[in-house]
C-alpha cells in the first residue's frame, strides 16, 4: 500500500443525503444540445487528467463543443469551482470514457460521435490530441451510443467495443434500421480491423465484465426500443471464441427499451448485480452464481412513474450508478431520467431518483429531500468526490439545459476509504481486477470495469463506504491472477495499491 493522500475525522452516520447546487461555480453554462440525432447519448467521463487527485470531467455537447472542466476547488469541504480546459473544438459527440489506451500511465478518451469515433491521447496535463491514426483505430461514420473495454492476455492495446444506434443511410430509418455494433482487436501495437458485431438492435449501453466469475468477461449489450420490430432483446457475446451466447447457453433473452447499464455487488454476496434502465420499469437483476434474477418489486428500485407532480406517465430512465452517497457501507442508486424529446407517451417533468438503500436491504427514494430532483431531460451523469471530503459529489449533462453540478453536504456520513489500482502496462489501472473491502460489518466486493451507464463513465478512486468501521482490510484479484493478502488499511483516506 501506498501513500496516504488524505484523512479526515468522520462523524455519526446521517438519516437523509443533502446536496448543494454549485452549477454556478462552472466557468460557461454547458447544454447537450441538437436535433434528433442527440435525443440520445449526452454522457459524462470523469477523471483526473493532471495528476492533482482533484477529479476533472468532459462532458459531451451533441451539436455543441465538448467541453473539459478542470477541478480547481481549493480544498476537502470548500465549495466546488472547475476552469474551463483546452479540449479542442470538436462537436458530434454523443459519449466519452476515459482508460489508459498506450498503457503510459495517463488517461486517455475515447470519444463516440455521430460520425467518425476518436481516442484521443493524453498528456498528463489535461491536454488530449487525436491519436487515431497511431494507433490504427478505424473511427467510421456511424451514429455510436455506447462503449466498453477489457485487456485480453497477451496484447498491448485493450479490446474496444462500439456500439452503434440507427443506420442513417437506410432509407427504411429510423425503424428498421438498427445499424451492426462493431468489435476493435489490437493487432500489436495498432488495432485491426473492425468486426461487425451482428444483429445490432440500436444498442445504447455496453459493458465488459467477468459477471459468472469465471475469469472470461463478456461483453452486455443494451438495446433500444427499435428493436421490436426485429424481435430483439437483450444481448450477451462470449469474447473468446466471439459467439453471441443464445437460450440454450443459459442467456435468459429480455426484451425491454434498454438505455443504460450499472454494475454492483448490492446484496454483498460477492457476485456482481446489475441495473438496466428503461422506459418505464428500471430493472434490476440480482446476479446468482451466475444466473440472473429480476428483483422483486418491494426492492424499490423499479422507479417506473415520477415520484413527485401530478405526471403519472412512464419515467425515461437513462444513466443509473451505484454508490455509497451516505457511507454507511450499503449501496445507493441514482437514475438520471428525462423524456427524450417530447414523447406524450411518458412523463414530460421527470426527476432525477436518488434511492438509498437501507439496512433491510430495501431502497427508498430521497432526490427531493436531497434537493436534486430537478426535471430537466438529463442524461448522462456521475458521482465522484469532487472536492476530496470522502462524500461523493454529482454531475449531471442535460439534453437542451444546462449541465448541473452538486456537492455532497450530507452530515454526519460515516467513514470511507478511497483505493486506486496500479500496475505496469498495458493495463495500467487493472482493468478486470476485483477488489474486497472487509470490516466487522461485511464483506464488499467490486469489479474494475470501462464502460456502461449512458454516454460515459470513470476512471479514478474506487469508493467504499465503512460506515463505523475506523478501519478495513483489503485484498486484490489482479487481472490474471489469484486473490492476494489481506491488508489493513485505516479508515478515511484515499490509497494506491500497486501490484
Same mark, same amino acid.
Given at each position: 500500500? $501506498? ?11 446521517? #438519516?437523509?443525503?443533502?446536496? &448543494? ?32 487527485? $482533484? ?12 467541453? =473539459?472542466? &478542470? ?24 459519449? %466519452? ?24 491521447? !493524453?498528456?498528463? #496535463? ?119 451466447? @443464445? ?36 430493472? &434490476? ?44 457501507? $450499503? ?6 431520467? !428525462? ?21 433491510? @436491504?430495501?431502497?427508498?427514494?430521497? #432526490? ?23 462524500? %461523493?459529489? =454529482? &454531475? ?41 473491502? $472487509? ?22 478512486? =474506487? ?37
Amino acid at each position: 500500500m $501506498r501513500a496516504l493522500v488524505l484523512c479526515l475525522a468522520a462523524t455519526p452516520l446521517a #438519516a437523509e443525503p443533502v446536496f &448543494v447546487d454549485r452549477s454556478a461555480a462552472l466557468p460557461v453554462q454547458h447544454v447537450y444540445g441538437g436535433g434528433w440525432e442527440h435525443f440520445v447519448g449526452g454522457g459524462v467521463a470523469i477523471l483526473d487528467c493532471n495528476g492533482d487527485a $482533484r477529479p476533472d470531467f468532459v462532458a459531451a455537447g451533441g451539436e455543441n463543443p465538448a467541453r =473539459l472542466f &478542470v477541478n480547481a476547488t481549493p480544498g476537502a469541504g470548500d465549495a466546488l469551482r472547475f476552469t474551463e480546459g483546452g479540449l479542442a473544438p470538436m462537436t458530434g459527440v454523443t459519449g %466519452l470514457w476515459p482508460l489508459d489506451v498506450d498503457g503510459d500511465g495517463n488517461l486517455d478518451l475515447a470519444v463516440l460521435r455521430v460520425g467518425a469515433n476518436h481516442l484521443l491521447k !493524453g498528456d498528463g #496535463a489535461c491536454g488530449f490530441a487525436d491519436a487515431s491514426a497511431e494507433w490504427g483505430f478505424d473511427g467510421g461514420a456511424a451514429w455510436s451510443t455506447a462503449f466498453s473495454a477489457t485487456w485480453e492476455p497477451g496484447q498491448r492495446l485493450p479490446t474496444l467495443a462500439i456500439g452503434n444506434y440507427v443506420d442513417r443511410a437506410n432509407p427504411d430509418g429510423p425503424f428498421r434500421a438498427c445499424d451492426a455494433n462493431a468489435l476493435l482487436r489490437p493487432e500489436g501495437a495498432r488495432y485491426g480491423p473492425p468486426i461487425r458485431l451482428e444483429p445490432g438492435f440500436c444498442a445504447l449501453s455496453m459493458l465488459i465484465s467477468d459477471w459468472q466469475r469465471t475469469g472470461a468477461p463478456e461483453l452486455r449489450i443494451s438495446n433500444d426500443r427499435h428493436y421490436y420490430v426485429r424481435g430483439g432483446y437483450e444481448q450477451m457475446w462470449q469474447l473468446s471464441p466471439l459467439h453471441e451466447r @443464445g437460450e440454450a447457453e443459459g442467456w435468459r433473452q429480455v426484451s425491454l427499451w434498454g438505455m443504460g447499464i450499472a454494475s454492483a455487488d448490492i446484496d454483498t454476496d460477492g457476485w456482481p448485480d446489475v441495473m438496466l434502465t428503461s422506459m418505464g420499469d428500471q430493472l &434490476v437483476q440480482f446476479n446468482r452464481e451466475g444466473v440472473l434474477k429480476d428483483a422483486p418489486y418491494a426492492l424499490g428500485t423499479y422507479a417506473q412513474r415520477p415520484f413527485i407532480g401530478d405526471d403519472g406517465r412512464p419515467s425515461t430512465g437513462w444513466h443509473a450508478e451505484f454508490a455509497d452517497v451516505d457511507n454507511d457501507g $450499503r449501496t445507493d442508486l441514482f437514475i438520471a431520467k !428525462g423524456n427524450v424529446d417530447q414523447m406524450m407517451s411518458n412523463a414530460i417533468h421527470d426527476p432525477n431518483n436518488l434511492l438509498m438503500q437501507g439496512a433491510d @436491504g430495501i431502497f427508498t427514494e430521497t #432526490a427531493e429531500a436531497a434537493g436534486i430532483a430537478t426535471t430537466a431531460r438529463s442524461r448522462g451523469a456521475g458521482l465522484a468526490d469532487f472536492d476530496g471530503d470522502g462524500r %461523493l459529489d =454529482l &454531475v449531471v449533462v442535460n439534453r437542451r439545459a444546462p449541465l448541473e453540478l452538486w456537492q455532497n453536504a450530507t452530515p454526519g456520513t460515516g467513514h470511507w476509504l478511497g483505493i486506486s489500482l496500479r500496475m505496469e502496462g498495458p493495463n495500467t489501472r487493472a482493468v478486470g481486477a476485483w477488489l474486497q473491502v $472487509r470490516t466487522d460489518a461485511g464483506v464488499q466486493t467490486r469489479e474494475v470495469t470501462v464502460g456502461g451507464g449512458h454516454g460515459g463513465g470513470q476512471s479514478g478512486p =474506487l469508493h467504499f463506504g465503512l460506515g463505523e468501521a475506523r478501519d478495513a482490510e483489503v485484498r486484490v484479484k489482479w487481472p490474471g491472477g489469484d486473490w492476494g493478502p489481506w491488508q489493513r488499511c485505516a479508515a478515511d483516506v484515499r490509497v494506491t495499491l500497486a501490484r
